[in-house]
């Protein structure tokens, strides 16, 4: 009898590093990530909330579209108007399918008039990279494989990196800029997923452990594993693609209407034209019965993604899709999903949690303020 596959995981080129600084190693999206190192999830979290995070995003995928009337092209698939982003200006973006559901969640950033880099999810890269091929036939599309992701995060995070690259202190929030670093072409934006400044760098991946030892030589930089990141987005109101949002799930369902460009809109100039257009487009005008929201929990046990939400009749209104501690307000929260009008700041639900129910509260998003540089 044969014993059962295995499946292989794929290492970023961080890998031996991670080990070294003594990280919990873990599979996911096909990859051996860190999950935490030795100080722990609390202390790397609050740590990025202080002073400056590195976080090891090489299991992400990158993309360059390139071709004539690229933009025009890309919102075909988009419901931002690509054709408005300025060379080195980035933007969130969702792909949808044609029931209005969310492929996944991206990046977007015009490099030149005729270059648009996109960063995806690892989970989703691959059928990402099909879908585009098999919509955009007379754009050249190129996956870079060689290339790592480094995302530097927290309040300290501009001086450390400009120590480096001093070009990157005049960038703002979700501004870019190509820049020629140790003989080659390095791409940052200054974004990222913990609702705190700091700066995404796309770098060649034989030089990415180099440049990740440079940072962590700052006494205001430590690395942080997949824990942390999780709990900062949760705090921050951040989606997760595959458990807030899902191709069963609209950009309306998933409170996300603010990343559908105004032009694109039923009463926009260049209005609908991208795949499920039709789907959104009703939802903006008939309304919708669901609704992602903040939960504010009470007490101190979390409550975790797939527990039920109930009313006070016992009437089953939602389901919890993210859950965790915040580590900065020293209690649980969560994200999820209810019905209409179930979805009012304010309202007292329950969640079940091994057959005891947890109040709950119907919250304001984000948890913690987002503390973006906007100049």
């Given at each position: 009898?044969?014993?059962?596959?295995?499946?292989?995981?794929?290492?970023?080129?961080?890998?031996?590093?991670?080990?070294?600084?003594?990280?919990?190693?873990?599979?996911?999206?096909?990859?051996?990530?860190?999950?935490?190192?030795?100080e722990g999830i609390k202390t790397e979290h609050l740590h990025t909330r202080t002073q400056a995070g590195l976080f090891d995003v090489s299991?992400?995928?990158?993309?360059?579209?390139?071709?004539?009337?690229?933009?025009?092209?890309?919102?075909?698939?988009?419901?931002?108007?690509?054709?408005?982003?300025?060379?080195?200006?980035?933007?969130?973006?969702?792909?949808?399918?044609?029931?209005?559901?969310?492929?996944?969640?991206?990046?977007?950033?015009?490099?030149?008039?005729?270059?648009?880099?996109?960063?995806?999810?690892?989970?989703?890269?691959?059928?990402?990279?099909?879908?585009?091929?098999?919509?955009?036939?007379?754009?050249?599309?190129?996956?870079?494989?060689?290339?790592?992701?480094?995302?530097?995060?927290?309040?300290?995070?501009?001086?450390?990196?400009?120590?480096?690259?001093?070009?990157?202190?005049?960038?703002?929030?979700?501004?870019?800029?190509?820049?020629?670093?140790?003989?080659?072409?390095?791409?940052?934006?200054?974004?990222?997923?913990?609702?705190?400044?700091?700066?995404?760098?796309?770098?060649?991946?034989?030089?990415?452990?180099?440049?990740?030892?440079?940072?962590?030589?700052?006494?205001?930089?430590?690395?942080?594993?997949?824990?942390?990141?999780?709990?900062?987005?949760?705090?921050?109101?951040?989606?997760?693609?595959?458990?807030?949002?899902?191709?069963?799930?609209?950009?309306?369902?998933?409170?996300?209407?603010?990343?559908?460009?105004?032009?694109?809109?039923?009463?926009?100039?260049?209005?609908?034209?991208?795949?499920?257009?039709?789907?959104?487009?009703?939802?903006?005008?008939?309304?919708?019965?669901?609704?992602?929201?903040?939960?504010?929990?009470?007490?101190?046990?979390?409550?975790?993604?797939?527990?039920?939400?109930?009313?006070?009749?016992?009437?089953?209104?939602?389901?919890?899709?993210?859950?965790?501690?915040?580590?900065?307000?020293?209690?649980?929260?969560?994200?999820?999903?209810?019905?209409?009008?179930?979805?009012a700041i304010g309202t007292s639900l329950k969640a079940l949690v091994r057959?005891?129910?947890?109040?709950?509260?119907?919250?304001?998003?984000?948890?913690?303020?987002?503390?973006?540089?906007?100049?």
């Open positions: 009898m044969s014993s059962p596959a295995i499946e292989k995981t794929a290492k970023t080129p961080l890998y031996d590093l991670h080990v070294a600084l003594g990280a919990k190693m873990v599979p996911f999206a096909g990859y051996d990530m860190p999950v935490q190192y030795p299991h992400m995928g990158q993309i360059l579209l390139q071709g004539e009337n690229v933009d025009l092209a890309l919102e075909k698939l988009v419901p931002i108007d690509v054709q408005s982003l300025v060379i080195n200006q980035q933007r969130y973006a969702l792909l949808t399918n044609e029931k209005g559901g969310i492929l996944d969640d991206l990046m977007v950033t015009r490099w030149a008039d005729d270059c648009i880099g996109l960063i995806v999810n690892a989970a989703c890269k691959h059928a990402d990279l099909a879908h585009l091929k098999s919509k955009l036939s007379d754009i050249d599309i190129t996956y870079l494989d060689n290339y790592a992701l480094l995302a530097l995060q927290g309040p300290r995070a501009c001086e450390v990196l400009e120590k480096i690259i001093p070009e990157v202190s005049r960038l703002v929030f979700m501004d870019g800029l190509q820049i020629e670093h140790n003989g080659t072409t390095y791409r940052i934006t200054r974004s990222g997923y913990t609702g705190e400044d700091g700066f995404e760098i796309a770098l060649p991946a034989d030089q990415a452990a180099d440049f990740a030892k440079r940072l962590l030589e700052d006494e205001q930089v430590k690395a942080i594993g997949l824990g942390a990141r999780d709990s900062l987005r949760l705090e921050a109101g951040l989606c997760l693609y595959g458990h807030d949002m899902n191709t069963d799930t609209t950009p309306l369902e998933a409170a996300l209407l603010w990343s559908i460009s105004k032009s694109r809109r039923p009463d926009g100039d260049k209005a609908n034209g991208y795949i499920g257009s039709d789907v959104i487009a009703k939802q903006m005008q008939q309304g919708i019965t669901r609704k992602r929201v903040g939960l504010a929990v009470e007490g101190k046990a979390p409550v975790r993604e797939g527990a039920e939400i109930i009313n006070s009749t016992g009437e089953k209104v939602g389901v919890v899709t993210s859950g965790g501690y915040s580590p900065s307000l020293s209690v649980p929260v969560a994200m999820g999903y209810v019905d209409k009008p179930a979805d057959g005891r129910e947890i109040p709950i509260t119907v919250a304001k998003l984000p948890f913690v303020k987002q503390n973006y540089y906007r100049g």
